[in-house]
């Protein structure tokens, strides 16, 4: 179990360097295609009772200005720190940035992106919503923190809950477990039962198979996301591996406490499938 493509998606408003330098660490460590991906739109004024065509002209320039300024400063920065990597591809689009996403993802084992300055942004023209994106692709996420500086992920947490989407996030994150010194499976619940004790014993098991050692850690709680990103924070993780549930699959705020809350931690690196 390997990736084979990896799609990195670069915003056209944040700092690229460090999502662009990750992404290649992970594709050179698995031999895989690195897909460059930078896509923005901007929404259709509002026309009111003054010259419409002002509105126009305004909106119109803003495009242009994405297409033919913005995009190639990213695309040049992107060829520029993979240079010399052996299979990549360039993709652009004037297209809300979310949708280029989950369209692009067709083609990828794995989407990274950076977080944004919030969780749900307010332009989603411009800016992916990461929960979208993990909603809406069938591939797993990877968000990498604002404030990352390591390329490494060395100490990885597996946020353990028994349901589908956190099964299939530990089958997506075994090429990164792989590379980690240590793996940890915690479990944050006010009732801790036989159940759990067996769930995480066959998630250890799973691991083993695939060649990774991992330990389990049980906090019994009232507060589960209290006490979880209490956790992560004092354990000093690198990365977060999580399954995106929650109440429903009809809106991105239907999310259950504790996928909201980790895609809110902007300087977290969290690995998420839903």
């Known amino acids: 179990m390997s990736y084979k493509s990896i799609l990195v998606s670069l915003d056209v408003d944040a700092p690229i360097y460090n999502v662009i330098r990750t992404a290649i660490h992970i594709a050179g460590c698995h031999e895989a295609k690195l897909i460059g991906l930078c896509a923005a739109d901007v929404a259709l004024p509002l026309v009111g009772t003054e010259d419409p065509s002002l509105a126009i002209e305004v909106w119109q320039e ?142 250890k098991d799973f691991l083993v198979g695939h060649g990774v050692v991992a330990r389990t850690e049980f906090i019994k709680t009232d507060d589960e996301v209290a006490s979880l990103l209490r956790f992560i924070d004092e354990s000093r993780a690198d990365l977060v591996v999580a399954g995106a549930y929650g109440h429903s699959r009809l809106r991105e705020w239907a999310f259950g406490g504790v996928t909201r809350s980790l895609l809110k931690q902007q300087e977290l690196n969290l690995l998420i499938s839903s």
Request: charged fraction near 30%; proline fraction near 2%.
């Open 62 to 203: 803003t495009r242009d200005n994405l297409s033919m300024r913005r995009f190639v400063q990213v695309r040049k920065e992107f060829d520029r720190l993979s240079a010399g990597f052996l299979r990549t591809e360039w993709r652009q689009g004037l297209v809300a940035a979310t949708s280029a996403i989950v369209d692009a993802a067709r083609v990828a084992d794995l989407v990274i992106m950076a977080a944004s300055d919030t969780a749900f942004p307010v332009d989603n023209y411009r800016h992916a919503d990461s929960a979208g994106v993990v909603l809406r692709s069938g591939r797993p996420l990877l968000i990498l923190g604002r404030t990352l500086e390591e390329i490494h992920f060395k100490k990885i947490l597996i946020a353990w809950k028994d349901t589908r989407e956190a099964r299939r996030a530990v089958a997506d994150a075994v090429p990164l477990l792989r590379e980690a010194n240590e793996v940890i499976v915690v479990a944050a619940t006010s009732d801790i039962q036989q159940e759990l004790h067996e769930s995480t014993n066959d998630i």
